[in-house]
Nanobody, 123 residues
Framework: QVQLVESGGGLVQPGGSLRLSCAAS????????MAWYRQVPGNEREFLGF????????SYAASVRDRFTISRDNAKNTVYLDMNSLKTEDTAVYSC????????????????WGQGTQVTVSS
């Protein structure tokens, strides 16, 4: 049984930083591209970025490219999302996802999803 479990969410002030983690189990982690998405209730799911399993290259949404960084530790079956210079509009539920494709192009190409962790940016 595949599980993706996010952690690290919480309340942070504008301008602050936060690191999210996603621990995977039940799959060969090193053979999956790992991504982060976020969603605000009532809005569509928003792609943030992924880290390819094949070449380790990352791809980011333009809205977060200069502030967010995705890294992965294959030995720990964990992917991270480092978020800096957080803004109130970054408030959302953040989820990780796993895809067997090296460079997935949309959310339908992801095989597994985590439940998400809430991030609230507020003073």
């Amino acid at each position: 049984q595949v599980q993706l479990v996010e952690s690290g969410g919480g309340l942070v002030q504008p301008g602050g930083s936060l690191r999210l983690s996603c621990a995977a189990s039940g799959l060969r982690f090193s053979l999956y591209t790992m991504a982060w998405y976020r969603q605000v209730p009532g809005n569509e799911r928003e792609f943030l970025g992924f880290k390819s399993y094949r070449d380790g290259r990352a791809s980011y949404a333009a809205s977060v490219r200069d502030r967010f960084t995705i890294s992965r530790d294959n030995a720990k079956n964990t992917v991270y999302l480092d978020m800096n210079s957080l803004k109130t509009e970054d408030t959302a539920v953040y989820s990780c996802a796993a895809s067997g494709r090296s460079r997935p192009t949309n959310f339908s190409e992801y095989d597994y999803w985590g439940q998400g962790t809430q991030v609230t940016v507020s003073s």
